[in-house]
């Protein structure tokens, strides 16, 4: 079994900046995919960053430039951190890994962080 546990989220005016962690526990070998996804009120949950399984990174388009994923390999944690918030970027937060065993991939998601951007 995997755990993953987040935490950084909060309320920020806008232009300010916040770091979210996730750390992960349990069996955790073979990961495929680790990243970063949001859901605001009434919109689907979207993919913000992430690390490919050859190690890239990825954004979505809105937040390139603003956001940047990293990763502590020895603290099994991965961070976002967000410069220039803005009001678009409210949403709950989801950290998200991927393990492959054998044949099949297995996803697993955090409890969810608020993110609050006010005007």
């Known amino acids: 079994q995997v755990q993953l546990v987040e935490s950084g989220g909060g309320l920020v005016q806008a232009g300010g900046s916040l770091r979210l962690s996730c750390t992960a526990s349990?069996?955790?070998?073979?990961?495929?995919?680790m990243g970063w996804h949001r859901q605001a009120p009434g919109k689907q949950r979207e993919l913000v960053a992430g690390?490919?399984?050859?190690?890239?990174?990825k954004y979505v388009d809105s937040v390139k430039g603003r956001f940047t994923i990293s990763r502590d390999n020895a603290k099994n944690t991965i961070y976002l951190q967000m410069n220039s918030l803005k009001p678009g970027d409210t949403a709950v937060y989801y950290c998200?890994?991927?393990?492959?065993?054998?044949?099949?991939?297995?996803?697993?998601w955090g409890q969810g962080t608020q993110v609050t951007v006010s005007s």
């Open positions: 998200r890994v991927v393990l492959t065993r054998g044949l099949f991939d297995y996803q697993y």
């Open positions: 349990g069996s955790i070998i073979n990961i495929n995919t």
């Open positions: 690390f490919t399984n050859g190690g890239n990174t």
